[in-house]
């Protein structure tokens, strides 16, 4: 998080320095020079000297910083709405927004997408054994290895503790392909979850279920949801590294 927001005292001790050490430099110089001009001359050209030296000073020292300073807070301002601190995946509010997107634009384009839900197992273990330093390596592992091996139409995210979510979009508009497609990405997920995280030194390992709902046509994101968690539920019962998708 940002944490150099300049505060409205240093704004204005900033402005005050810069104006003092301005004037008092001016004032030097008409002593030095020693110029034969009225009072009035004398203040007005020190008005004129104070502005052209001191504006480019405030806006380097003053204002660039502050509107710096300002956007950094507004970005993490946004990324604590829309991302996931840990893993920098989207959250689930923006994961809910971008589901809701995709099911729509299956309706308008008739293709098929996908719900996968990812649940880690031994998270807890891990914890309790190595401390959650260690636990967080793995999240931090499994989102990057997540990440890596998605297309850029695809959005990851994670849920709550060690579930993770993709919604997956424009894969096509025969369900058989789409349902073939979803296992096979499912199967490459599993196989690069459940290798070893190196932690320190030591090799952390950890299994991983999932369950699919594949959507095309209207659909409410909450019973998409509601089936990919029926289907996870199914695969926990099969083993650790199964997958599952949701049939009627």
């Given at each position: 998080m940002t944490n150099n927001f300049l505060t409205s005292n240093q704004v204005v001790l900033r402005i005050v320095t810069i104006i003092?050490?301005?004037?008092?430099?001016?004032?030097?110089?008409?002593?030095?020079?020693?110029?034969?001009?009225?009072?009035?001359?004398?203040?007005?050209?020190?008005?004129?000297?104070l502005v052209i030296f001191a504006t480019p000073l405030i806006y380097a020292w003053v204002i660039i910083p502050y509107i710096k300073s300002r956007d950094e807070a507004f970005a993490d301002m946004e990324k604590l709405i829309h991302k996931d601190l840990l893993t920098e995946l989207s959250n689930r509010y923006d994961i809910y927004s971008h589901l809701e997107k995709a099911l729509s634009a299956s309706v308008r384009h008739d293709f098929d997408g996908a719900v996968v839900l990812l649940d880690l197992g031994g998270l807890k273990d891990i914890n309790d054994m190595f401390g959650h330093a260690a636990g967080d390596e793995v999240l931090i592992e499994t989102a990057n290895r997540l990440r890596s091996r998605l297309r850029i139409e695809d959005t990851p995210g994670r849920l709550d503790g060690d579930e993770f979510i993709i919604i997956i979009n424009h894969v096509n508009s025969d369900q058989e392909k789409t349902r073939d497609y979803v296992m096979a990405l499912a199967e490459k997920l599993i196989k690069a979850v459940s290798q070893p995280v190196q932690f320190e030194d030591k090799e952390i390992n950890v299994s991983v279920t999932i369950g699919i709902k594949l959507f095309n046509g209207e659909m409410e994101p909450d019973s998409a949801m509601h089936d990919a968690n029926v289907a996870l539920s199914r695969a926990k019962e099969i083993g650790k590294d199964s997958a599952v998708i949701f049939d009627d």
């Open positions: 003092s050490v301005v004037e008092f430099t001016i004032m030097d110089a008409f002593i030095f020079i020693n110029a034969d001009i009225s009072p009035f001359a004398e203040a007005l050209l020190d008005i004129i000297l």
